[in-house]
Nanobody, 124 residues
Framework: QVQLVESGGGLVQAGGSLRLSCVAS????????MGWFRQAPGKEREFVAA????????YYKDSVKGRFTISRDNAKKTLYLQMNSLKSEDTAVYYC?????????????????WGQGTQVTVSS
C-alpha cells in the first residue's frame, strides 16, 4: 500500500508557473505507474499526465503538452508536475495517483491510490 501527499499548489497569474510535488510512503513507490489528475468545480476528474515506473515514458493530456512536465525521483519517492504558461482553464484541484498496473490508462477509476489534492488557481 502507498500513501500520497501533494503540495505546491497556490494562486498564480496567467502565464506563470507552479511545481507540484507528491511524496509517497511505503517501499514500493518505484514499482507504480504514477499519474496526475485534476478536477474543476462541477466537472469530472480528468487525466493530466502519467509516467512509467522508471520514468522512461511520459504521457500528457493534449491541452497541457508543451506546458506541463511530469517527472519522478524514485530515490526520494516523489512525483513532480512542472506547470508553465498556466491558463485560467488549468484552475482545479490536482491529485496524484498510483497504479499497480504498468500500462498507462487515462481513466481515474483504474488507479489504486490517491492523494488528498492540492488547489491550483490561475487568475486571468
Amino acid at each position: 500500500q502507498v500513501q500520497l501527499v501533494e503540495s505546491g499548489g497556490g494562486l498564480v497569474q496567467a502565464g506563470g508557473s507552479l511545481r507540484l510535488s507528491c511524496v509517497a510512503s511505503g517501499r514500493t513507490f518505484s514499482t507504480y505507474l504514477m499519474g496526475w489528475f485534476r478536477q474543476a468545480p462541477g466537472k469530472e476528474r480528468e487525466f493530466v499526465a502519467a509516467i512509467t515506473w522508471n520514468g522512461g515514458s511520459t504521457y500528457y493530456k493534449d491541452s497541457v503538452k508543451g506546458r506541463f512536465t511530469i517527472s519522478r525521483d524514485n530515490a526520494k519517492k516523489t512525483l513532480y508536475l512542472q506547470m508553465n504558461s498556466l491558463k485560467s482553464e488549468d484552475t482545479a484541484v490536482y491529485y496524484c495517483a498510483a497504479d499497480r498496473n504498468p500500462l498507462v490508462r487515462p481513466a481515474a477509476s483504474e488507479y489504486d491510490y490517491w492523494g488528498q489534492g492540492t488547489q491550483v488557481t490561475v487568475s486571468s
